[in-house]
């Protein structure tokens, strides 16, 4: 996976994958003892 491109995942009309992320944003602040905020991407395909 060399020379990856990625873009932030639209996740807008995905409420069960926001909560989701939500949630672990929550469980790690409460772990660590300090805000975290999590960023969604995805790959984009390959070119050959």
Same mark, same amino acid.
Request: no cysteine.
């Given at each position: 996976? +060399? %020379?990856? !491109?990625?873009k #932030? *995942?639209? &996740? @807008? %009309?995905? /409420? %069960? /994958? &926001?909560? /989701?992320?939500?949630? +672990?944003?929550?469980k &790690?602040? $409460?772990? #660590? @003892?300090?805000? #975290?905020? &999590? #960023? *969604?991407? $995805?790959?984009?395909? $390959? $070119? !050959?």
């Amino acid at each position: 996976m +060399l %020379d990856s !491109s990625f873009k #932030i *995942a639209e &996740l @807008g %009309d995905r /409420a %069960d /994958a &926001l909560e /989701a992320i939500r949630k +672990l944003e929550q469980k &790690l602040t $409460e772990q #660590i @003892g300090s805000p #975290i905020s &999590l #960023i *969604a991407y $995805e790959s984009e395909p $390959e $070119e !050959s």
